[in-house]
């Protein structure tokens, strides 16, 4: 069975990575995981020090659509901390890819900060 994956890749402005790390890991991974988003893996770059990556698992790109628009529609999060992350987002690229589950569960036991809340 296949799934679609996205990886998001983050250059923070100039010495935000650690407070940017620090609101994604207390307050948008517990937030992703009560709106049953599967993050596959979420950390820190290791070519530099101003990258960051988040990558999240879904059954399809419609199923993707449909989770985004509640995620990102949600008070929650426009409430919550998404002002002080978008400030530190200097840029971010966006990858969706179609993959088999062994490969998503091999990305998701390489990751730092792997977790399926789905």
């Known amino acids: 069975m296949s799934r679609v994956i ?7 402005r100039p010495g935000a990575r650690p407070e940017f790390d620090r609101l994604v890991r207390d307050r ?17 770059s290791l070519h530099d020090d ?15 659509q449909a989770s985004q628009d509640a995620f990102y529609g ?6 919550g901390p998404r ?15 179609e993959i088999d589950d062994g490969a998503v569960e091999a990305l ?3 990751t730092r900060t792997g977790g399926s809340s789905r």
């Open 83 to 97: 002002d002080a992350l978008l400030a530190m987002i200097e840029t971010y690229t966006t990858v969706v890819l």
């Open 50 to 64: 101003r990258s960051c990556y988040l990558i999240r698992a879904y059954e399809s790109l419609e199923q993707r």
């Open 74 to 79: 949600s008070s929650e999060w426009k409430d």
């Open 6 to 12: 996205e990886i998001r890749s983050y250059a923070l």
């Open 28 to 44: 948008s991974l517990p937030m992703l995981a009560r709106w049953k988003v599967d993050v596959v893996g979420y950390g820190l």
């Open 108 to 110: 998701r036991s390489m």
